[in-house]
């Protein structure tokens, strides 16, 4: 991804606060009961004492950690074969069938056979929310480019996040999705960049079903132990306003900034295609595109910052 350049930051007015009570149960015309859980209550729907299932970053410091000893992982590596064997194995191991979305990049250095993996945790509507982020790593020649944040964050992240929704009861139907080829080969300049989200949305867009997808949530680079997450102008406002709201009712406001920034990233085709986006990216982090980005400078503590804001934000972004 890419900071878009001369970018300012600029103190944003508070956005105005959103809450939500607990469990709202609704009946529909039909007699058939309607509900929406509330994520950081922990309330079980229907007024049951069992605790929603919670983010547990242990698991997911596990998964980066895991990623990371594969070591630089770029797009068509044997490396990044390993690193979709490992998120598959640890789905399959939770009941998950991961659905591989295969393609055939045009890279400056020619085709490079890549894959999108796909998790479906089907609702009671068709209707989709897609929870994202990038499972490659850039290639850096001559240098050991293992990306804790930038790679490794997100797409153990996700693993977790599948984990916990899985047992949670949702009206949307659930995607999770874990791009191949964010990374530019060569330079962040042309199509050479953001080849798996390009290639998901125009697969969506021949097969007609871009128009269900209400939103995308993207995760990038979550793991910096000294997390701040700033407004990606790029992203959607309401998904942005949603979230940013989640971060302060779960105490996150330290961490969720009111600031804000301009990033290209996964997000951007969705956009460009009328899809509603919103990027969650700490890009200040001195150690991007660096050898040191390295588990010394990642914290589970970041994993679950960003696990518990998401989590919470769901309910709200199902309402919408
Ligand atoms: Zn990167």
């Not at 945790?121 to 293992?146: C, W």
């Not at 996040?161 to 949307?172: F, G, T």
Request: glycine share 8%.
């Amino acid at each position: 991804m890419k900071i878009t350049p001369g970018v300012f930051l600029r103190v944003l007015k508070k956005g105005t606060r959103r809450y939500f009570a607990g469990a709202i149960l609704a009946v529909a015309a039909v007699g058939m009961p309607v509900w929406y859980w509330a994520a950081d209550q922990g309330a079980a729907p229907g007024g049951s004492a069992t605790p929603a299932p919670a983010f547990d970053s242990a698991r997911a410091f596990e998964h980066l950690k895991q990623l990371v000893a594969i070591g630089p992982r770029p797009a068509g590596s044997a490396a990044i074969r390993e690193a979709r064997a490992y998120i598959t194995r640890q789905l399959a191991s939770e009941g998950f069938t991961v659905e591989q979305q295969p393609f055939t990049a045009a890279s400056p250095y020619g085709a490079v056979e890549m894959v999108n993996l796909i998790v479906t945790l089907r609702g009671r509507r068709p209707e989709r929310l897609l929870i994202a982020g990038h499972y490659d790593t850039k290639l850096m020649p001559n240098q050991s480019f293992v990306g804790a944040s930038d790679g490794a964050s997100s797409a153990a992240a996700l693993i977790e996040l599948a984990r916990v929704l899985k047992q949670r009861p949702h009206e949307l139907t659930y995607e999770i999705v874990w791009f191949d080829g964010e990374e530019a080969f060569v330079d962040w300049t042309g199509l050479d960049h953001t080849y798996g989200s390009r290639y998901y949305v125009q697969a969506a867009t021949n097969a007609n079903a871009l128009s269900t997808i209400k939103a995308l949530i993207l995760l990038d680079m979550v793991g910096d132990r000294e997390l701040q997450i700033r407004r990606d102008r790029n992203s959607t406002a309401w998904l942005n306003d949603v979230i940013w709201a989640a971060a302060k009712r779960t105490g996150h406001g330290q961490t969720f900034l009111d600031l804000d920034t301009e990033i290209e990233d996964d997000h951007l085709p969705f956009i460009e295609a009328g899809v509603p986006a919103v990027d969650l990216i700490d890009l200040d982090y001195p150690q991007w595109h660096t050898p040191a980005d390295d588990l010394s400078h990642v914290s589970a503590q970041s994993l679950q910052i960003v696990g518990d804001v998401v989590l919470a934000a769901l309910p709200e972004i199902e309402r919408r």
